[in-house]
């Protein structure tokens, strides 16, 4: 057995299950809403966290995770004799990464960062996949191999119901997110060199799931039946179902797992939002 100790942060939004199968410790994000901190996943749930938005007029805003966390972290595990793996929530979109990189420098001991350029379980799958590759007794160097492999494989996307959160978080314009409002606009998103971009938009979002779909399979080209696929979503169980119906009789996927959009990614995106990832073959 390996003596790779893996830590995450909460941007990854791995399950439960996962933490505990592979014994995996996260690094919290901070969640400040209404005047009030928050560690991710922590302090608060998810289902609370979006029964907020729901019935308030609150706008999140989020806090990287700091040196100071990472260097306690660190500096536990390489005196347990460990050596350490932390992967990353993309590093092109918060300075979290940065604040484990200074940590490292001023830790002793064997530790590595991995940085998915990538969110939610889009970045989560990368996690899961490093536990997999532990438990076969991988190395360092195999498992930075294959999920380079990883990354250039998998495609994430996703859709908000509104576009308020992305306005407020400075996303987009707030010209822009009136004329959407006013239009009933509803972007699809993708993650793309490890920021969010626009891959296409829709009026209405009875339209929203399959317009995704239809991107993902412009994504995938020709061989777009999948091994596994991924369904994301925040507070929106019908929709999670819609979405769960319309991907499986398209990429009729061996495996369906899910995972629920966190607090950190919800501040941004707001409630109402779906996601799927899939993989290029």
Same mark, same amino acid.
């Given at each position: ?9 909460? =941007? +990854?939004?791995?399950?439960?299950? $996962? ?26 749930? +998810?289902?609370? #966290? $979006?029964?907020?938005?729901? &019935? ?12 100071? /966390? ?53 970045? !989560? ?33 996703? +859709?908000?119901?509104? =576009?308020?959160? =992305? /306005? ?11 004329? !959407? ?12 060199? !490890? ?22 399979? &412009?994504?995938? !080209?020709?061989?777009?039946? /999948?091994? &596994? ?9 019908? &929709? ?10 398209? #990429? ?6 899910? #995972? ?8 941004? +995106? ?6 799927? =990832?899939? #993989?290029?073959?």
């Amino acid at each position: 057995m390996n003596n790779i100790k893996i830590i995450c942060d909460s =941007l +990854s939004d791995v399950n439960k299950e $996962y933490l505990e199968q592979y014994d995996i410790d996260v690094i919290p994000l901070t969640l400040i809403l209404e005047g009030k901190e928050y560690k991710d996943g922590i302090d608060i749930k +998810s289902e609370e #966290f $979006y029964k907020i938005l729901r &019935e308030k007029n609150v706008h999140p805003k989020t806090s990287q995770a700091t040196y100071a /966390q990472f260097k306690e972290i660190f500096d536990k595990y390489v005196n347990e004799g460990k050596t350490v793996l932390y992967i990353s929530g993309s590093s092109a979109a918060t300075g979290t990464c940065q604040s484990a990189t200074m940590a490292k420098n001023d830790s002793e001991g064997e530790i590595h960062i991995y940085d998915t350029y990538n969110f939610s379980f889009g970045a !989560g799958i990368f996690v899961v996949k490093a536990a997999e590759l532990i438990n076969e007794g991988k190395s360092i160097e195999e498992i930075f191999e294959e999920l380079d492999r990883l990354k250039e494989k998998s495609i994430l996307m996703f +859709s908000v119901d509104t =576009l308020e959160y =992305l /306005q407020k978080g400075g996303r987009i314009s707030s010209t822009k997110a009136a004329v !959407g409002s006013i239009l009933n606009i509803k972007p699809i998103l993708e993650v793309k060199d !490890g920021l969010v971009s626009q891959a296409g938009q829709v009026r209405g979002k009875k339209n929203a799931i399959n317009k995704m779909v239809d991107l993902m399979k &412009e994504k995938l !080209g020709n061989d777009i039946e /999948q091994d &596994e696929i991924y369904i994301g979503y925040s507070d929106d169980l019908k &929709e999670r179902e819609k979405l769960t119906q319309i991907a499986t009789e398209v #990429f009729k996927p061996k495996k369906i797992g899910y #995972f629920m959009v966190g607090t950190c990614i919800g501040a941004h +995106s707001g409630p109402g939002v779906s996601g799927i =990832l899939c #993989f290029k073959k």
